[in-house]
């Protein structure tokens, strides 16, 4: 499998829970209309979870509003079981409170419902390379948050030899970029390396710190004041 370009060469695999069927079904066609592969719908939050488990999507398209189950409930459950699924929250609320549950559930990105359709296709491309997307004006806000997370004591203070994983110079300075709030695209052209380059720093890095996903990788960078520097 040769990729010889930074974005996905296979079409990106999406699923779309919503409870209501007729935007249910409106956002899964235009998807499918641009290239998309829509393996899986859903209405609510159980049957979002099961389905998602079994059609294996890149892509969680999910509201938060569901009924049985909520949707941050989902998203935390399917990115549990599988660290690789890219959930964007695509939702009626820009409720602060709903933008911040949502991130620490897991979403990599939030947008609005009044988003336009090529917006909301190029959200998907970007939250598939784990990119966060989130509608403008909220993306200060989940960066602010992740500054006052990282000023709280951790749930679990080191006990015994603390781990202090070896970092490359390149892998620190993509890991620096990545906690000021670039994309990996800003960070590829910043740094004049590859998109592909930059995510495969990123999940080495990852597994190095033996974190897993964006949302820690943030806060551990912020906790040693990578994002000042």
């Known amino acids: 499998m040769t990729e010889t ?9 999406v699923m779309v829970v919503d409870d209501h069927p007729m935007w249910r079904d ?13 393996v899986a719908t859903a209405g609510d939050g159980d049957q979002a979870v099961r389905r998602a488990k079994a059609a294996a999507p890149d892509v969680l398209v999910l509201d938060l509003n569901l009924p049985g189950k909520p949707g941050v409930q989902v998203c935390k459950e399917v990115v549990a079981a599988n660290p690789a699924l890219r959930v964007l929250v695509l939702s009626a609320s820009g409720e602060h409170a ?7 559930s897991g979403a990599t990105g939030y947008l609005l419902k009044s988003a336009s359709t090529e917006e909301l296709q190029d959200a998907v491309r970007s939250t598939a390379v784990g990119d966060p997307v989130f509608t403008p004006g909220l993306a200060g806000l ?12 951790g749930p679990a203070p080191d006990t015994g030899e603390p781990k202090a994983p070896r970092l490359t110079d390149r892998e620190t300075e993509v890991l ?3 906690a000021k709030g670039l994309s990996y695209k800003q960070i590829a052209e910043r740094l004049v390396i590859s998109h592909r380059t930059v995510q495969n720093h990123v999940q080495n890095t990852l597994g190095k710190l ?19 520097e």
Do not use: C, W
């Not at 370009?5 to 695999?13: A, F």
């Open 5 to 13: 370009t930074g974005d996905l060469k296979d079409p990106i695999k």
């Open 176 to 178: 620096r970029l990545v």
């Open 142 to 153: 989940v960066l602010g948050e992740y500054r006052r997370l990282a000023s709280e004591p």
């Open 26 to 38: 409106a956002v899964a066609r235009d998807l499918a209309e641009s290239g998309f592969e829509v």
């Open 210 to 228: 033996q974190l897993h996903n964006r949302v820690e990788l943030v806060r551990y960078a912020i906790e040693r004041g990578l994002d000042d």
């Open 98 to 104: 709903d933008v911040l549950e949502a991130v620490k």
